[in-house]
């Protein structure tokens, strides 16, 4: 499958780097878009990517992090927590660069129109503005982090928002589960999965104290079945 790097112009006039993959072949599908936990766009990220394209999807995996630190960093290299900060600033800073990938992608002759956002870790949040506000057609959020900022984006939300954490994530915490329960119950188009005995970072084969790989595979198959579902609308029309 065609994949590599590619340069996006940002919406600020600047360019920055984002991984692209795609499928072999085939009639235009939907696509992911892969908002990278703190780490960057790491082999992790790739490996998805590529997973998503071998299974008839475009993917792609911006770069979020071009204006502080760009590139993947190591698990444990202390300049990680530097691209986090200021947290509320970087998020917004990362809503334009998701907009702006969005718009790259309507360029890809295999791209059907219709996206979902898939958010990890620091980039949990973007599943929840990507349907929002940015024009994405789903979201899905594995381990995301404070999450509780982005709660009240989600009242009322027409379209689906898939959130998975691990019953041993420490970031978290109980109430933070329950707050999600709660919404999920009284909205329809947001579910929300705990998933037993897993820590945070469950999707990330590199953390290899955390990584789950029968919470990989669930995570991935909830992923594919919105996508799935963003294919069929697309074909009805």
């Known amino acids: 499958m065609p994949q590599g790097d590619i340069r996006i112009r940002s919406s600020e ?16 599908a939907p696509a992911v878009v892969l908002a990278c ?25 911006p770069d979020l992090f071009w204006r502080t630190l760009p590139g993947p960093l190591a698990r444990g290299d202390a300049r990680a927590a530097q691209r986090a900060q200021p947290r509320l600033e970087r998020i917004a800073a990362g809503e334009r660069d998701l907009a702006d990938v969005l718009r790259a992608l309507r360029e890809q002759p295999l791209f059907n129109g219709r996206a979902a956002l898939m958010g990890f870790c620091y980039s949990g949040p973007y599943a929840i503005l990507g349907p929002r506000r940015l024009g994405y057609h789903a979201g899905i959020a594995c381990h ?21 954490w691990g019953d041993r994530d420490t970031t978290a915490p109980a109430s933070v589960l329950e707050a999600y329960r709660r919404l999920a119950a009284r909205e329809r188009n947001v579910d929300v999965h705990v998933l037993p005995g897993v820590r945070h970072g469950y999707m990330m084969r590199g953390n290899v104290a955390a990584f789950d790989r029968a919470a990989y595979r669930f995570s991935m198959e909830c992923a594919l079945a919105v996508l799935e579902s963003l294919r069929a609308s697309f074909d009805n029309g």
Not at 13 to 28: K, L, N, V
Not at 48 to 59: H, I, N, T
């Open 13 to 28: 006039g600047s360019e920055f780097d984002a991984y692209f993959a795609t499928p072999d072949a085939g009639c235009p």
């Open 37 to 61: 936990a703190i780490h960057g766009v790491d082999d992790d990220i790739r490996a998805m990517a590529a997973e998503f394209a071998a299974r008839g999807y475009v993917a792609a995996a």
């Open 144 to 164: 995301g982090t404070r999450m509780l900022d982005f709660i009240d984006e989600l009242d009322a939300i027409d379209r689906p928002v898939r959130i998975l």
